[in-house]
């Protein structure tokens, strides 16, 4: 993870949340006074965001985190996953960015890992999409990765990818991929979404790098990768959920893209608590 954006991103959801102060602990604690928490999970699964406790108080001044688990490791309900030590102020004025940010990176980790298990094929990848939340992309895919997966492209900027919106203003497959060729450097990969046998066929003919079965079932996707040649990579996408990710075991793609990762997160559960009064902060 970009350490250096992530610390810009995280200033700004501090300074959305803190505003011009925390009217709550300026008006109870004196500046100086100090206090400790632990950082407790209140579930199975697994961590992801480590990093954010230290990054929200080196913003915040004067309190510290330190990690008792790794960074993606396996932990179940009642684990100690840290502990913070410092200045009351900045421990409880950051405790809501800390948490959001943790929780949500825990249980994206925690679905990308269920998804390799459920899927059980370790020559097929599995894979994000940019279906993100705004301003949580960074994190979002960096959560992917803690959990096993493998990163789909960030943004519109560092790959193509070539839609049916885009085929169809285009002029069809062969006119798109034609004019991306004419645009862009040899470093560029083309990825098209394919529909149809017959598009499939251009695709194949077009010699894109990567091609995309869009929406269609295993049984379809063993029987057209029969066509593609071992140097264009294959990936499956559109609807693949957690409930049907076991039936594309052996299909014989190399990708599986997942929307489900990031756009539908539940929140792994996490409590902060003060370790001299053990009452929830």
Known sequence: MNELLAKEKIKEFLLEDLGTEDLTVSSIFSENAQGSGEFIA??????????????????LKDAAFTPLVAEGQHVHKGDVIGR???????????????????????????KTSQAIVRLDDPTIQICDTRKTAPYLRLFDKYAVKVGG??????????????????????????????????TQGHMVKIEVEIETKEQLLEAVEANVDVIMFDNRTPAEIKEWRKIVPKRILME??????????????????????????????????ISFLDMASKKKV
Do not use: W
């Open 42 to 59: 209140k579930s199975d699964g697994v961590i992801c965001g480590l990093k954010i406790p230290a990054m929200v108080y080196e913003l």
């Open 84 to 110: 913070a030590k410092g200045k009351i102020q900045t421990l409880l004025t950051g405790e809501r960015v800390v948490l959001n940010l943790i929780q949500r990176m825990s249980g994206i980790a925690t």
């Open 149 to 182: 997966g493998k990163n789909h492209r960030f943004g519109l900027y560092d790959g193509v990818m070539l839609k049916d919106n885009h085929l169809s203003y285009a002029g069809g497959l062969k006119e798109a991929v034609e004019k991306v060729r004419h």
């Open 236 to 269: 499956a996408s559109g609807k693949i959920t957690m409930e049907v990710i076991h039936q594309f075991k052996g299909c014989g793609v190399d990708f599986i893209s997942m929307g489900e990762l990031t756009h539908s997160v539940e929140a792994f559960d």
